[in-house]
DNA sequence: AACTCGGGGCA
DNA sequence: TGCCCAGAGTT
């Protein structure tokens, strides 16, 4: 790893360690769930969802037995419920009839499930099953490309590049303080750069007070 | 490549 | 009030 690219790992690990939220879930289809509910949405209303959420439904059997318009009111509350109850439930029934409830432990076959894109599915393999990925957002691929910890025109590459840059035990940890510096710090629009703890070492940086 | 979905958060 | 999303599917 880069040097320089580690130094700004560990300062941003240092800044936002207990800051901010993230999914609360204690399996794997728990973490697929809340992460296909995360889409548009932030983690706290996520978590706020997913309470009563698993509490009532903690199985895919459970959940492919509501129909469509209950998942919906289940899961109200985040952004775009209604693409999120059809594809959820589309998701129960596939795990429920391919991987006999299981999730799989692919990128291939987490993407066809549907609600579940590239971005999920990396979360997904890396979170639960260890297996290197690393979800790549709007955020994380804005954020990589500024602080050059990344140099690349697609968030593909960027997920191959973070994958090998951070430790795995890690994972989960830097894709939320990237994501967290994204909202909070290096915004798409105007960033508040003279608040960011790496702004030294940004070359990117684009309000230089 | 552009468009749609949608309630929440934040200015 | 208005703007922008912790994306994915469709055209």
């Not at 991987?99 to 990396?122: C, D, F, H, M, S």
């Not at 967290?180 to 990117?204: E, N, T």
């Amino acid at each position: 790893m880069n040097p320089q690219s580690q130094k700004v790992m560990e300062i941003l690990e240092k800044h936002y360690s207990g800051s901010g939220t993230a999914l609360i879930y204690r399996n794997s289809f728990e973490l697929l769930i809340a992460t296909i509910l995360s889409a548009q949405t932030t983690d706290t209303q996520v978590n706020k969802i997913t309470a009563s959420l698993f509490a009532k439904y903690p199985t895919p059997a459970d959940m492919a037995a509501l129909s469509e318009e209950q998942l919906a009111q289940e899961i109200k509350g985040c952004g775009l419920y209604r693409n999120k109850a059809r594809n959820i439930l589309a998701t129960v029934k596939m795990l429920l009839d391919e991987y006999a409830g299981e999730v799989p432990q692919t990128r291939e076959e987490l993407i066809r499930l549907p609600g579940v894109g590239r971005k999920t599915a990396n979360v997904v393999l890396a979170n639960a099953f260890g297996i290197p990925a690393f979800g790549v957002d709007t955020h994380i691929f804005r954020v990589a490309n500024r602080l050059a910890l990344t140099k690349s025109k697609t968030p593909r590459q960027t997920e191959e590049q973070l994958t090998g840059l951070i430790r795995k035990e890690k994972w989960n940890a830097a894709h939320h303080w990237l994501i967290w510096h994204g909202r909070k710090i290096c915004k798409a629009q105007k960033p508040l750069c003279s608040d960011c703890p790496v702004s030294s070492l940004c070359p990117g940086k684009i309000n230089k007070a």
